[in-house]
């Protein structure tokens, strides 16, 4: 299939579980699809909305966020907080026109390299489906405004 | 009056219709009607089957429980074969929704569609679990005192344990329970839950090493005591019964041990005539069972 | 700050790590054209001498502000990275990395246009976060001239007499009345035949000498709060009923005390009292009360017994104990694993099928039997033991709760007991059912030649299944020789089943308190498997022997020795840094909402009264940076240092392709 769409997927990765996870990933030479390009933050906890809404905006096609397995997270909570968030965010994604399988929160630890691979392909797949973000065919991707610009 | 789709196999009807006479009849005292099946194909037989094509043989199984679910009734069986193809096609289907669109393409052709709505069950689960032990133990008019019973669980009914529902697959008590609310003695026996050699297409791959395990069974069951042998499967129940005919051919071994599904035996205690449970479609004579007990 | 931003982008071939897949050329290229790069070049080793003077020279001469390497995985080199950039002369926390090796070359290796690509993505993302960088001062903080260690096993020993000896104050914390772990249960130790308990007992004597040493028995670490050097934590002493200080280890209350109970340390093999120690080389030697059990008779309290000392207080309490240490090393060892799941084997169901540990306690010499081995049905002395290897480990199916690793330590303890039956009971005949005999260790593979010799049977293949004779209680062993090609059946007078090693439950509760992860095995998750075995990732908390995986007992004192190295050495420095990334309120922008309180798990967040508003304020020492609070502020007041807002919305813009 000539041209296939090949998704743009921020990913949001705490550094102590996913991201870890992500490096064994590669120490082990687990080959995955080249769509996800990773932000590292201490904790998902750190995820605030607006930066999943900005992505979207600027024609981002998927966002994935991933951190410690509930009960394990090295801050104790942060991932509880962020699992609450994305449930509400992916709510409005849906007001906003937008598919909410578009946001995603998966839960990677330090040693599941392998999981990790299987996750990126799951969501790629996933995307695929969907199409590219309506932003981007409709050309109002990246326009001033496109979401308040407070930061 | 609660109803289940009666699947009956192909071994009860053909071979031991009493096996589906009393499992009807003694299912009436509490409350449950085995109803009449309709359209029903073989299972198909798990072993000699499914080792051949696992897809047809999934196909085929669930065909029939598309026919249950289209009545919105449970099926209930007497058969461990049976067991393993239905309940067991049922299982995977219900988990595994990859395997379920698989098997779905192939029913669609004949316009079918495995939903996973209903539940397979075993009929002496339902008397365990559902009827429970001390309502079996009330239905006894003829108590079976001083009966050795040798049970034979089979082994489709307890294995693989990952898809099966009884917590222990090398020592179960169920059976042993229902046996002994009858007032019988369930003995132990050397190797008790040792295969009786039918299954997995061996009694008719190699009928000489079939009849060689079932052979040693019988000997053992023997040599423990045994008044009767009780069993749920109508496959088991051939091997045990018509196989004594076919091991005295072969190695001349005699044991003369009567053989009884556990409907069969249940009819007894229930006080029921042994003629309307078929006793007299067995090889091995029981007379000598019931000149015991009655 | 309107100073405009210099920043050198430095890419790192990795020899063909990353320069066998991506075009470096092209990418350096590219990166020359982005927006606030003053420099930008390629190295073979970025992370070499010559590498990092590169990044110096290149600040210097290019008069850089900012620095951004495109190499391995931060999680590998950016404290190398940050002292170049320091030494360049550039704040630490105005240097950022490009993860392109990882989470890109190694991932990607047959797709190297989309490999080049993401690899100037990547870069472009983190330039656009390093024209938001900061500096900041890494904060330097105290270290409590303390450690701890939570579990007194021969791991948890040696490590204390370690750290103790180097001079630290170490709090040794055991659930047990006594020290000694799984250790003290053992009879002989392979391949040497040292007595267990003979080796063990001087360092036990030790630790309960050592003046360094507090040890804390019957007690349990209750919680744990605060980060490395400067760690709060309670300890349950568990209440023995028995003055510590009065019992003088006579045992006479033993003596009169009429309950008996299943001995834990026996593993039920053999009863003790009410009153009781575990057994007889116990470290301390004091008595305690089992409540649950006792029937408050008084009998122990009477003249002929405790009487004058009156150390017996049936209503002493539990103590509650805070400590505050600057490291801590956790020690909880291993179980067995619950064989009887298995039950193809018959364990517990038959008499004379035992677990491994069981055996060790049947052959020791301080036994339920003195160490005469004996049939549990009859009593008789076994002519023919089976041992069945791998019982519950190697296991893919994980059914019944089997485990898929090997746990190492059971083919050299059943070569052993083969040749103490061999020693002790003329004519008995050892059979040795195995998948592989794994001799690793040093004298490991002379040891398994000698038992060879001893006459030790060995048939290679599983158990499938263990019948019993209902009358003589010998057992049917069926298990396929695979290397004869035949199915075997076999009577023994006895089995020994070499049950798996398991992470004990106490383990999970630690794990939750100290904010540690499990392998997916279920062992505690080292920070390194090869480079750092000894540690976790939450700084100062280390962790020895078997708690970390499987290992004998040479491997858990190595192991020990070296996790009291490593938590010794921020308290001999006496400070460590941290790295600031806490978070800062903006007292202008806070509306005193209070939202931040609640999110924050280690509750740094406080309300306090600046004038006549109410502010929230944040506890530098408690804050670890999660910025839980700061995404969730509703004013925006919260400042996440070196993640704020605006550095990674720049980033997410970056990922955009926005400018």
Redesign the interface.
């Known amino acids: 299939m000539a041209d296939e769409f090949e998704p743009n997927i921020l990913g949001i990765l705490c550094n102590w579980c996913t991201y870890a996870g992500a490096d064994l990933a590669g120490t082990a030479r687990t080959q995955y699809p080249p769509n996800v390009r990773v932000i590292r933050t201490m904790c998902t906890g750190r995820l605030d909305p607006a930066f999943v809404l900005k992505a979207l905006s600027l024609g981002a096609d998927g966002v994935l966020v991933s951190g410690c397995h509930i009960g394990d997270c090295h801050y104790l909570a942060g991932n509880f907080k962020a699992r609450r968030r994305v449930a509400l965010i992916r709510k409005l994604l849906e007001e906003y026109g937008y598919d909410r399988e578009r946001l995603r929160m998966t839960f990677v630890s330090a040693s599941e390299g392998a999981l990790w691979a299987e996750v990126v392909q799951d969501m790629v797949n996933t995307i695929k489906k969907l199409g590219p973000n309506p932003l981007k065919q409709a050309g109002a991707a990246g326009q001033e405004g496109a979401i308040a610009d407070e930061f | 009056m609660k109803e289940y789709n009666f699947f009956l196999g192909c071994i009860a009807p053909n071979r031991y219709p009493g096996i589906e006479a009393s499992a009807v009849k003694t299912s009436r005292e509490f409350g449950i009607e085995l109803c009449d099946f309709k359209g029903a194909s073989c299972c198909p037989a798990p072993g000699a089957f499914g080792s051949m094509d696992i897809n047809a043989w999934l196909a085929l199984a669930a065909r029939n429980i598309c026919l249950s679910e289209k009545e919105g009734k449970d099926i209930a069986l007497v058969c461990n074969g049976c067991y393993k193809s239905l309940f067991e096609t049922n299982y995977r289907l219900k988990e595994n929704p990859e395997l379920r669109a698989k098997v779905n393409s192939v029913l669609a052709n004949a316009g079918y569609e495995f939903q996973g709505t209903q539940e397979v069950r075993h009929l002496i689960d339902v008397l365990h679990k559902d009827v429970g032990v001390e309502k079996v133990k009330e239905s006894v008019e003829v108590p079976l005192t001083g009966l050795n019973v040798a049970i034979h669980y089979g082994c489709h009914l307890l294995r693989p ?2 898809e099966r529902i009884f917590d ?4 179960p008590v169920f059976f042993d329970e229902l046996v002994e609310a009858l007032g019988a003695k369930s003995i ?1 026996y ?2 008790k839950m040792m295969c009786c050699g039918a299954g997995g297409g061996v009694r008719s791959y190699k009928i000489d090493l079939a009849l060689d395990m079932v052979n040693e069974k019988l000997y053992n069951m023997t040599q423990a005591g045994a008044d009767v042998v009780v069993n749920v499967c109508p496959f088991c129940h051939l091997q045990l019964d018509r196989g004594q005919l076919e091991i005295k051919e072969k190695f001349g071994d005699v044991y003369d041990l009567p053989v009884l599904h556990y409907n069969q035996l249940l009819g007894i205690a229930q006080g029921m005539n042994p003629e309307e449970l078929g006793l007299s479609a067995h090889v091995i004579d029981v007379e000598p069972l019931l000149a015991k007990v009655l | 700050m309107d100073q405009e931003k210099r920043i050198g982008v430095f890419v790192c071939h990795c020899g063909t790590n990353i320069a066998g897949v991506v075009n470096i050329p092209e990418i350096v290229e590219y990166t020359k054209t982005l927006p606030n790069v003053a420099f930008a070049d390629a190295y073979t080793y970025v992370c070499s001498t010559p590498g990092q003077e590169m990044i110096i020279n290149a600040i210097k001469e290019q008069n850089l502000n900012g620095v951004v390497v495109a190499a391995c995985s931060p999680r590998l080199h950016e404290p190398t990275f940050r002292r170049a950039t320091e030494r360049g002369g550039v704040n630490q926390f105005l240097f950022s990395m490009a993860n392109i090796r990882e989470q890109n070359t190694w991932v990607h290796m047959e797709m190297p246009e989309e490999a080049t690509r993401k690899a100037k993505d990547l870069i472009r993302m983190e330039v656009a976060r390093a024209s938001k960088l900061e500096p900041l001062e890494a904060k330097v903080v105290p270290v409590e001239k303390a450690a701890l260690v939570i579990g007194a096993g021969i791991a948890g020993i040696q490590a204390s007499l370690d750290l103790a000896a180097s001079g630290i104050k170490t709090y040794l914390v055991e659930k047990e009345p006594s020290i000694g772990g799984n250790m003290s249960r053992l009879d002989k130790t392979f391949p040497t035949l040292d007595c267990s308990q003979c080796i063990l007992t001087p360092k036990m004597v030790d630790v309960e000498r050592s003046e360094n040493i507090e040890l804390m028995t019957y007690s349990e670490v209750e919680d744990v709060s605060g980060y490395i050097g400067n760690f709060d934590v309670t300890i349950r002493q568990k209440s023995r009923y028995v003055y510590e200080d009065k019992c003088n280890g006579c045992g006479k209350c033993q003596e009169v005390c009429p309950v008996s109970r299943p001995n834990e340390f026996d593993l039920g093999l053999q009863p003790r009292k009410a009153a009781y120690v575990p057994f007889p080389q116990a470290v301390p030697l004091k008595f305690t009360i089992d409540m649950d059990s006792c029937i408050k008779c008084d009998l122990c309290k009477a003249d002929d017994a405790c009487g004058e000392l009156e150390a017996i207080d049936f209503d002493k309490p539990d103590e509650i104990v805070n400590v505050k240490v600057g490291t801590i090393i956790v020690a909880t060892g291993f179980d067995m694993y619950d064989v009887e799941r298995k039950e193809e084997w018959g364990y517990k169901v038959y008499d004379n099928v035992v677990t491994g540990l069981e055996f060790e306690r049947l052959i020791g010499a301080s036994g339920p039997t003195g160490g005469k081995v004996i049939r549990p049905s009859d009593g008789k002395q076994p002519k023919s033991v089976g041992f069945v290897l791998c019982a519950g480990s190697r296991d893919q199916d994980e059914e019944d709760g089997a485990k898929p690793y090997c746990s190492r330590v059971c083919c050299m303890y059943s070569l052993k007991h083969a040749h103490q039956l061999i020693e002790k009971i003329p004519g008995c005949v050892p059979y040795l059912f195995y998948m592989d005999i794994r001799s690793f260790g040093k004298a490991y593979e002379e040891f398994y030649y000698r038992i060879q010799d001893e006459g030790g049977k060995f048939i290679r293949g599983r158990v499938a299944k263990i019948t019993e004779d209902p009358i003589t209680k010998n057992l049917i062993v069926t298990a396929e020789d695979t290397l004869l090609g035949e199915i075997m059946e076999m009577e023994m007078d006895m089995v020994v089943l070499a049950s798996a090693v398991v992470p004990t439950e106490s383990t999970q509760k630690i794990k939750k308190l100290l904010t540690l992860s499990n392998s997916p095995d279920g062992w505690l998750l080292e920070a390194h498997p090869k480079l750092n075995p000894m540690s976790t990732t939450t700084d100062g908390v280390f962790l020895a022997g078997m708690c970390q995986g499987p290992r004998d007992i040479p491997d858990v004192v190595a192991h020990a020795g070296a996790a009291a190295a490593a938590a010794s050495i921020p308290i001999h420095r006496g400070s460590v840094t941290l790295e600031p990334i806490y978070a800062i309120v903006d007292e202008e922008r806070c509306g005193g909402c209070a939202t931040c309180i609640g999110m924050c798990p280690y509750g740094a967040t406080e309300l306090t009264h600046v004038d006549s508003k109410l502010i929230a304020h944040v506890n530098e020492a408690k804050c670890k940076g999660c910025g839980t609070c700061g995404s969730a502020c509703p004013s925006g007041a919260i400042k996440m240092q070196h993640f704020t807002n605006e550095q990674i919305m720049s980033e997410i813009e970056a990922f955009a392709q926005v400018w």
């Open positions: 344990k990952v222990s697959s090398e020592r132990d050397k190797e």
